[in-house]
């Protein structure tokens, strides 16, 4: 394992530190509305609102730029808010 990298003070990191290992942290989804799998594409803490609010009926948070993790849903939960206006 590559020496812990820091910035400013304090101590540990932040997840954003060069290394691989610090860089990609898992995200675990679980229930009814996810499709069981292993998906190895890009995500961001933004995509978090817009697929919860996907499954939960209602629009994105207005200034959302996130988009829905459509791949972890399963098939009845895909696109649930596809072409509703706010």
Request: charged share 15%; net charge negative; proline share 12%.
């Amino acid at each position: 394992v590559p020496e812990i990298y820091t910035v400013g003070p304090g101590g540990g990191t932040d997840h954003t530190s060069p290394y691989n290992y610090d860089t990609h942290v898992p995200l675990a989804l679980y229930g009814l509305p996810f499709q069981a799998g292993i998906y190895r594409t890009n995500v961001e803490t933004i995509d978090l609102a817009p697929t919860l609010a996907s499954l939960l009926g209602i629009n994105a948070p207005t200034h959302s730029v996130g988009r829905v993790l459509t791949e972890a849903l399963a098939p009845p939960h895909r696109g649930a808010t596809e072409g509703k206006q706010p």
